[in-house]
């Protein structure tokens, strides 16, 4: 069995980028970033290739790491927005220099072939 390097195993890159680096989170942060305070409803709508159920365990796992706060009212129907927290948006800029340089580069990466899943 191969040996596991302790350093390798609390790297940062490993340990944080893993929270939010995947396609749904990223958007999701975008989205907030760009309209402000949300309802689940909003980032639903634009969001349309997303499921409900996969919309609302990301935004719990953006909650638990911090990057999200989840405000509910005691109303009925049930209300509940979602905004960045200040630790979100402290993110915001190394996201939009990301969403840059995917937007220069798109060709050179995908060939003009957007990836459908």
Not at 21 to 44: A, N, V
Not at 47 to 65: A, C, Q, V
Request: hydrophobic letters at 35%.
């Amino acid at each position: 069995m191969k040996e596991i390097n302790a350093e390798y195993l609390t790297c940062p890159i490993r340990n944080v980028i893993d929270r939010f680096g995947d396609k749904w989170s990223l958007l999701i942060l975008y989205h907030l970033h760009k309209g402000g305070t949300l309802r689940f409803g909003e980032i639903f709508h634009e969001m349309t290739d997303i499921s409900e159920k996969m919309l609302s365990t990301k935004l719990k796992d953006l909650e638990r790491d911090h990057l999200v706060h989840r405000k509910s009212y005691p109303v009925i129907p049930p209300k509940v927005e979602y905004s960045l927290t200040p630790l979100g948006e402290s993110l915001m800029p190394h996201i939009d220099s990301l969403i840059g340089w995917a937007t220069e580069h798109f060709q050179d990466v995908t060939g003009g072939k957007v990836l459908v899943k």
